[in-house]
């Protein structure tokens, strides 16, 4: 069975940073696509950082780039995203998800509909 599980969430200044952490069991998360996304308060889910499994290509969604970073540990099978210089259009739950996808080895999966485990989710809060 497969576990996707995300911690690091929490509230954080404008401007502060957070580390979250995608642990995963069931699945080698370095034979995969993995990807975290976000979703706020009436609004559509959306991709936010994602590395493939290939040749470790990443994809940010234009609003983070810069500001966030994507990386593994496969040591630990984990997934983080080092996210900096937090803004109040930051905050929102931010989920983990692993993707089946074995398409083109240049491309990275970065759409909802390209993932097919899904982590329970972290809040992230922005205020001061």
């Known amino acids: 069975q497969v576990q996707l599980v995300e911690s690091g969430g929490g509230l954080v200044q404008p401007g502060g940073s957070l580390r979250l952490s995608c642990a995963a069991s069931g699945l080698i998360l370095d034979y995969h696509a993995i990807g975290w996304f976000r979703q706020a308060p009436g609004k559509e889910r959306e991709g936010v950082s994602c590395?493939?499994?290939?040749?470790?290509?990443?994809y940010y969604a234009d609003s983070v780039k810069g500001r966030f970073t994507i990386s593994r540990d496969n040591a630990k099978n984990t997934v983080y995203l080092q996210m900096n210089s937090l803004k109040p259009d930051d905050p929102a739950v931010y989920y983990c998800?692993?993707?089946?996808?074995?398409?083109?080895?240049?491309?990275?999966?970065?759409?909802?509909?390209?993932?097919?485990?899904w982590g329970q989710g972290t809040q992230v809060t922005v205020s001061s």
């Open positions: 590395i493939n499994s290939s040749d470790g290509s990443t």
């Open positions: 998800a692993a993707s089946l996808y074995t398409g083109s080895y240049f491309y990275t999966p970065h759409l909802v509909a390209e993932y097919d485990y």
